[in-house]
């Protein structure tokens, strides 16, 4: 422990741990992209041809909008990330350099507080990215195999795992950041 109560590899740690929100919101970001790129009035791209099982324009609209929250939200928690990496490499201006493993390490004088609130904005854009782009999906869902309304079974077979699943693993993610902000 240095003499700021941050363990000895926390800027390290905590510079690995950025990266990673930035790596995940860059695939996610991607995933946004080609799901714009889709034209959902296209009839081709239909699954169903029932006339009572297609959606009204008000799905796509929605399609369209919760991609552009969802790329606006993962947006919003890369470049809070960033700027937390870039302040943690800023404060090293009186850090001492280690070597451990071969590998040179800077250590920064960092405020936990702010660093933590950081963390959690960060992950607050990203989970909130997660959730517009779970319900892009459902809206894909609907356009490609039919409304939910429709009680198409293969509708609800794509969209019941997808509510599942993805709550799920953002109810793990929240639960490790908010561990983490306590420690």
Known sequence: MSETGVPRLGTAIHITALDGIIHVNSLFSLAVFVGLSWNPRDPNNRLTDDPKCLPDPKVAED??????????????????????????????TRAHHHTVFTFTFDFAHINKT????????????????????????????EVKLGTLGCG????????????????LGLLLYVCIVVYAFTR
Not at 75 to 91: D, E, N
Not at 122 to 128: D, L, T
């Open 63 to 92: 399609l369209v909008a919760f991609h552009v929250y969802s790329f606006a939200c993962f947006l919003y928690s890369s470049l809070i990330a960033l700027c937390l990496k870039q302040a943690l490499r800023l404060s090293s």
């Open 152 to 167: 198409s079974r293969h509708s609800y077979g794509a969209v019941i795992p997808l509510v599942t699943f993805v709550p």
């Open 114 to 141: 702010a660093l933590r609130v950081g963390y959690l904005v960060s992950a607050a854009g990203s989970a909130s990215g997660c959730i517009c782009l779970m319900l892009a999906l459902i809206n894909v869902v």
